[in-house]
């Protein structure tokens, strides 16, 4: 399970110097030399430039995010269901992103979860944009959400057709900020991230039993219930839920070992794209069960070798079954 491999850009993207863009600076633990996978026309400098400008336009939106106004926010509009919200914040936040990307690079393209439609561009590149991710909790000032900023090559809008070069999830709240770039490793505001090792089972395998599990749930009441007997078949098997409501905060805490694994159905690509990043760069697995690409099915993500444990038992609950 890991996240696709990167499709060639078409062009060599121009990219600012990394010592300008503040980039991290190498570290002894930094890889050295082109990583494989690396696109065509960028080099390991350009992708910590985009890193950086990844967590700069993702800490300006926090920014703008956590000042608010002061007072509750409240429902603008609504998406797949009267419980898939949107506020005037999110917008606003998406609107920041676009303005700060537009101005930094205004020759990438732009994917964001608030206004409908791929912006194209002409570089190869393209920014992912979630402006909010963990909206209800915002709503409700549960503090537990972020802004996560990626950049992919391919086509976003594809599973399985898009591959991410540099990005970051900052929490709002917390104003942590995780990052990463591709073959360059991954960080927690600037420390080095390693996935760590699971417990480990009489038997020598990875010890499922002892695994805290994260999850989210869907907007609409079917999928819902359906979702609510995939855990229940899971549940003797792991040592617990959490349901923390933001799938980049969910999957960067796996990086961080906060949790053990995460799953969830029907991510968009601005959901995961760049914590999907940080966690195969610190060693984890991110992909849909059963060799699927990362889409609208289930997303597994965690050590590789408890991604093996529980995969099977998904599958085997039905996680991804048709028409729900």
Known sequence: ???????????????????????????????????????????????????????????????????????????????????DVVTAMDRASERLLREFLAERRPDDGQLGEEEAGLR???????????????????????????????????????????????GCVHHVVTGQSWTAGLGRGARQDGARLRLPAPAVAADGTADLSQALVATGFGYRPERRAHQAQVFAAIAPHIRDLRRIGSASIDICMVASGLVDLYYERGLNVWDLAAAALVLTEAGGSVGGLEGRPLGDRTVLAGDPALCARLEPLLVAAGADADGV
Do not use: C, H
């Open 1 to 83: 399970m890991t996240v696709p491999d990167a499709p060639d850009a078409p062009d060599a993207p121009d990219v600012p110097d990394a010592a300008d863009a503040g980039a991290p600076a190498a570290d002894a633990t930094a890889p050295s030399g082109p990583p494989s996978g690396l696109p065509a026309g960028l080099t390991p400098a350009d992708v910590d430039a985009l890193t950086a400008l990844a967590e700069e336009a993702a800490r300006a939106a926090g920014d703008l995010v956590r000042a608010g106004d002061g007072t509750r926010p409240a429902v603008a509009s609504t998406k797949s269901s009267p419980t």
């Open 120 to 166: 194209p561009g002409s570089t190869g590149l393209t920014w992912v944009l979630d402006p909010i991710d963990g909206t209800v909790n915002y709503l409700y000032r549960i503090p537990v959400y972020a802004v996560s900023v990626a950049v992919v090559t391919g086509d976003p809008r594809v599973p399985g057709a898009w591959s991410t070069v540099a």
